[in-house]
């Protein structure tokens, strides 16, 4: 919606008189006369917000957190290398050696006095089709005797090893399902989460507004209201009006004079806190340039819906929330009843007296499987109802995720009816601006000539000023109103496209 040519002259006028009594008072009260200065529109502010705010510089981080712990997640199907080792160990003990003597056991006594040194180099490798894992390992160990004056080399140049739990619960087919969900949620949240910032720069950039209105209307009230009073004085002393009509305009000056305190007050303290959210740390002077249009856009609430339900952070967090608790369900299901793990490892070894020996060609064979099996006997139904629990859990969760999509549908739908008629409201309160600053001025050209009494002009005065806040308070709501739709659709509506940032930019690499 575009104001007629009229109103624009009109709100322009009442603009830039605000803009100059606000940048002369705020050289004089909140800052030296060499700090530097800024003239910011709307999107100005909303821009250096998303830039240099504390509350945008900790989406970032936030962000690049979540995207550390998704290569962390992608790393782990990727090889893995290893290498171990222990460069000295020294045994000064007595161990227990047992013996076969004449068909039975013999125990022995021995003195250990040995240095040993040790290295291992592994690889290994997730399985996600399966959930185990394989490795290769090669490793090496020399023992010294002390006692002997003997060396013992051991070598496993090759050999491979293969786990498998046998329990149905497989770890990384569940990591494949989430955490792309989750790095998901993160990037959609980051967007989101500009939008907020977007949102509470915008409210405190419409409270400076506020206040800067308030300091011009102040000032020119106070001055106003000090020509009536020595109108007032003049007629008093000539016996055109009554005492109780001079005491009248008498209090209103000394408001106006208490006002314009006031006034100056609030608009130190609405520069403050906008200066501080934007992140600047220098004692700058903000002025603000007020645009009075509003973009003739009605946002369509079914395509608000869509492009919510597909883009927000909150329902991929829905959905996230319910695999999560599946994997606990899952996870609690497998440690239930009997528990089996494979393992098998097949390699070559050998130990001798010489290093050159030991990695000589010929190795012997060394392999092995085992099989693990776990059997709860006794555990007082610990493992029953701890799956239980996961699976009150998960059925929970998923009534509270269902009824969540629900509220949030609806806040969507709110959302946007709210916008869509706050133009309407917009226009309806820059016509009773126009309408009330027309008619305290002809309340005041009739008091000058005696139409009409001091009550009915502060009441044409009340109007005004009411009507300026009023219309600034809802100028200010439009603009909330449209980042919260923004916020909740990750849409721009206005260019009629998504919105996107550079995530490379922000991860830096």
């Known amino acids: 919606m575009m104001f007629s040519p009229i109103n624009r002259i009109f709100f322009s006028v009442i603009l830039c008189s605000s803009l100059f009594v606000t940048a002369a008072n705020a050289q004089n009260q909140d800052a030296p006369a060499s700090a530097p200065k800024y003239v910011f529109t709307l999107e100005d502010v909303v821009q250096l917000a998303k830039e240099q705010s504390n509350a945008a510089i900790a989406a970032r981080h936030q962000f690049r957190s979540s995207y550390y712990r998704y290569r962390a997640y992608k790393a782990s199907y990727l090889p893995q290398v290893m290498l171990t080792t222990s460069p000295t160990t020294y045994d000064h003990s007595i161990y227990t050696v047992n013996s076969s003597v004449n068909g039975g056991f013999q125990s022995q006594e021995v003195k250990r006095n040995t240095f040993t040194s040790s290295a291992g180099l592994n690889i290994s490798q997730e399985v996600a089709l399966t959930g185990g894992s394989v490795s290769l390992e090669s490793d090496f160990r020399r023992v010294q005797n002390l006692t002997s004056k003997s060396t013992d ?29 989750r790095y998901e949620e993160a990037k959609q949240a980051y967007i989101a989460q500009l939008e907020f910032v977007s949102f509470t720069a915008t409210m405190r950039f419409f409270n400076l507004a506020t206040a800067q209105i308030a300091l011009t209307m102040a000032e020119v009230n106070l001055k106003n209201n000090k020509e009536l009073y020595d109108i007032s ?78 883009n927000s952070p909150d329902v991929i967090s829905y959905n996230r929330q319910i695999l999560d608790a599946e994997q ?79 509220d949030f549908q609806q806040q969507v739908f709110l959302q946007v009816m709210q916008f869509n008629m706050q133009e309407k409201q917009v226009y309806i309160n820059a016509k009773a601006d126009t309408v009330a600053q027309k008619g305290y001025e002809v309340a005041r050209q009739r008091y000058f000539t005696g139409k009409v009494n001091v009550t009915d002009l502060n009441i044409a005065d009340d109007a005004k000023n009411a009507a300026k ?26 260019n009629n496209k998504p919105l996107d940032v550079s995530f490379d930019d922000i991860i830096g690499e």
Request: net charge positive.
């Open 153 to 181: 080399y051991t070598t496993s140049p090759l050999r491979f090893l293969f786990s498998q739990p046998l329990n149905g619960y497989n770890l990384l087919k569940w990591e494949k399902k989430i955490e792309p969900l």
């Open 233 to 310: 004085k003049g007629r008093y002393m000539i016996g055109t009006i009554a005492e109780d009509a001079l005491l009248q305009m008498e209090l209103r000056y000394m408001q106006a004079e208490s006002a314009l305190s006031t006034a100056q007050i609030e608009i130190d303290l609405a520069r403050m806190s906008l200066r501080s959210y934007l992140g600047f740390r220098d004692n700058v002077v903000i002025e603000l340039n007020i645009n009075p249009d509003v973009p003739a856009l009605k946002i369509p609430s079914d395509k608000a819906l869509e492009y919510a339900l597909s």
């Open 328 to 406: 606990a369900a899952a996870r609690a299901k497998s440690q239930k009843g009997v528990t089996m793990n494979l393992s098998a490892s097949y390699g070559l070894n050998k130990t001798a007296t010489e290093f050159n020996q030991a990695y000589s060609p010929r190795f012997d064979d060394a392999q092995g499987v085992a099989l693990s099996i776990a059997i709860p006997i006794l555990d007082w139904n610990q493992s029953r109802n701890r799956y239980r629990q996961a699976k009150s859990q998960q059925e929970m969760i998923q009534t509270q995720m269902e009824q969540s999509t629900t």
């Open 469 to 494: 806040q009023k219309y600034i308070l809802e100028l200010g709501t439009y603009w909330q109103y449209y980042y919260r739709v923004r916020q909740y659709t990750l849409f721009d509506f206005l």
